[in-house]
């Protein structure tokens, strides 16, 4: 009896020690595959949701200290990331903006030897709280962009540089003005230290690209560029050129106002530098409309999720229409030629011609007004209209409307037509 108890407690041991053993196995590989871990490159989804939980930190942390230790881990988490999916140590941080919204923007590169030519491929990552939408996604296209493209270097012809740019969505309180990172960091290329305007052929914007229908815009008319992207990617359908635009508003200094403008190639193409800009959202009437949830706190996670539970198909597909153009034979001539087709914005939107119209539009109405005006004072003389008793159309003198002639000596055989003349 003795032994047979031993031997069942011996073999319990046994199964507990093998159960322990599958449970702390199992915890390692949850450990590994957790988005908690940065030094692996993670897969689209953590990314997403690991970016997520750390801007819920910095909207949910006290606006001391505890904030710039939250954006911190932003920071080097992204810095992290762009690090192994480059395969390099290029990524760095740089200062953008001033006062309590200065920030960081992020740049990392993929080098090319024999040319001083360059193009950017930029999203912004500072978020309106979790900022899942807008633009935790972007940020994962060019995460994803990045290594693609590390993968396939010796095909680049040209350097590239990827930019996770601050301070889009915030405003700095000593200028006043938003874009501040992606204006920041055309100022640092443009100056002693960068690699000079010029030098800089095309900028790729992303931004809010999970949800809705996909956007490609490059100029308000039809380009290469334009085109090579469309025949790259099957998913694009380029922007309607007239929707959105807004002829009599001017808010960045195009000479007009689009309602894309707000994102960060508008600081490049007011610099002179031809930009693609990806999005996604849907145009009516109103013209364009992203996600009501954009720039909100309830851009969360869950609700990427719910909006597009294929959201990180929508990403891949993105950063796949941006590496087919860069690897494309035709991008190097089409990058080149790109400036030569750049639309002349004061020419075909210059800040008088619609004050012009509307102006003209204006005096045309007030001269209508006016001649109905007279009209409705005559009939009322005759007898063929109410008289007005309004201060508009007051009842008018005789002499107003008549002359008076009395040459023909008031014979009874006069004609009316003797007597009054008809003033118009």
């Known amino acids: 009896m003795k032994k047979l ?7 319990l041991a046994l199964i507990s020690l093998c159960l322990g053993s599958v449970a702390f196995a199992d915890a390692d ?20 949701q690991k970016l997520c939980d750390l801007n819920k930190a910095v909207a949910n942390a006290d606006k001391t200290a505890d904030e710039a230790a939250a954006r911190g881990e932003v920071r080097e988490f992204i810095l992290g990331q762009m690090r192994l999916a480059l395969g390099n140590d290029t990524p760095r941080e740089l200062v953008c903006g001033k006062g309590d919204n200065g920030g960081f923007n992020i740049e990392g590169k993929l080098d090319v030897n024999g040319t001083d030519k360059c193009i950017v491929i930029g999203a912004h990552y500072d978020a309106v709280g979790e900022g899942a939408i807008d633009n935790a996604a972007g940020v994962a296209v060019l995460i994803d962009a990045a290594k693609t493209l590390a993968d396939k270097n010796e095909q680049l012809p040209f350097d590239v540089y990827f930019v996770a740019f601050d301070c889009e969505e915030s405003y700095s309180a000593d200028e006043g003005d938003e874009l501040v990172g992606s204006r920041d960091y055309v100022d640092y290329i443009g100056g002693a230290k960068g690699v000079g305007l010029d030098n800089v052929l095309v900028m790729f914007n992303v931004d809010t690209i999970a949800v809705g229908n996909l956007y490609l815009h490059c100029e308000n008319k039809r380009t290469d560029l334009a085109d090579l992207f ?4 099957d998913a694009l359908s380029e922007k309607p050129y007239s929707v959105g635009v807004y002829g009599d508003m001017d808010m960045f200094g195009y000479g007009y106002y689009e309602s894309i403008q707000g994102s960060d190639h508008t600081s490049f193409r007011l ?21 009501s949830v954009i720039n909100t706190s309830d851009d969360t996670y869950k609700h990427l999720v719910q909006a597009n539970p294929d959201y990180a198909s929508r990403i891949s597909e993105v950063s796949r229409a941006i590496t087919s153009v860069v690897l494309d034979e035709r991008f190097e001539s089409v990058a080149q030629n790109a400036r030569g087709q750049l ?20 005096i045309v109405l007030a001269v209508f007004t006016w001649l ?5 004072q005559k009939q009322a003389i005759l007898g063929t209209s109410e008289v007005k008793n309004d201060k508009v159309f007051d009842k008018p003198a005789a002499e107003d409307i008549f002359s008076f002639d009395n040459s023909s000596g008031g014979s009874d055989k006069d004609n009316v037509d003797d007597i009054f003349t008809f003033k118009k």
């Open 372 to 376: 109905y005006h007279r009209k409705l």
């Open 271 to 291: 610099a002179g530098i031809p930009t693609a800009l990806l999005f996604a959202g849907d145009y009516g009437l109103m013209g364009y409309e992203s996600d």
């Open 343 to 362: 639309v002349n914005n004061n020419a075909a939107f210059g800040i008088w011609w619609p004050r012009l119209a509307v102006l003209g539009v204006l």
């Open 230 to 233: 469309l025949s790259c990617c």
């Open 29 to 48: 590989i949850e450990e590994q595959d957790s988005p908690e871990a940065t030094d692996v490159l993670l897969g689209t989804e953590q990314f997403v």
């Open 5 to 11: 108890l031993f031997a069942l407690l011996a073999a």
